[in-house]
């Protein structure tokens, strides 16, 4: 189980999804009113890329090993960018949480949502060949992981919102 398990050898939809997503993403991103600092929108743009690398290797490196991203079980250049293809999709989450003005009591709901929509996502780049699971590993996992993070990033919004950039 030490050698590197080969699922491609090709530049195909796995790899298209990430850089169209990528690009997509950015301009999104870039065109969208400006509604954060600029500070604040690298944070929330970071909440992404940090969430996608600490849970991705988490739960795809050994011993666990519940799935490879991409062509093969080694880490590349496309999983490095599959990674920070979760900043645009971070920030949209903030973004529009801000934008509809959810109230606490409604948290819940928009959390649910959004995990829906990231699984999802998460199925459909499984079929393209982003995602390999393994060992029992399926998407049922991962919604809960997309409730707890997601959740947290509300109560992170919230303290920003509350505390703004003040020094501490």
């Known amino acids: 189980m030490n050698g590197i398990r080969y699922y491609d050898h090709n530049f195909n939809a796995n790899e298209w999804f990430i850089v169209i997503s990528l690009i997509v993403g950015t301009l999104v991103v870039l065109?969208?009113?400006k509604r954060f600092t600029n500070?604040?929108?690298?944070?929330?743009?970071?909440?992404?890329v940090f969430t996608g690398f600490f849970f991705d290797h988490i739960l795809s490196v050994l011993p666990?090993?519940?799935?490879?991203?991409n062509d093969?079980?080694?880490f590349q250049l496309m999983d490095f960018l599959s990674h920070v293809m979760y900043a645009p999709f971070s920030y949209l989450f903030f973004y529009i949480y801000d934008f509809i003005n959810i109230k606490p009591n409604l948290s819940l709901l928009?959390?649910?949502g959004w995990a829906f929509i990231s699984v999802g996502i998460e199925l459909f780049s499984e079929y393209i060949g982003i995602f390999h699971y393994q060992?029992?590993?399926n998407s049922y996992y991962s919604f809960v992981i997309y409730l707890?993070?997601?959740s947290l990033w509300v109560r992170f919004y919230r303290i920003i919102k509350?505390?703004?950039?003040?020094?501490?």
């Open 135 to 137: 060992n029992g590993y």
């Open 31 to 33: 065109k969208l009113p």
């Open 148 to 150: 707890v993070v997601q």
């Open 39 to 48: 500070k604040t929108t690298c944070v929330y743009l970071l909440c992404g």
């Open 72 to 74: 093969n079980s080694s």
């Open 110 to 112: 928009f959390i649910l």
């Open 64 to 69: 666990v090993s519940y799935y490879d991203i």
């Open 162 to 168: 509350a505390y703004g950039e003040k020094q501490f």
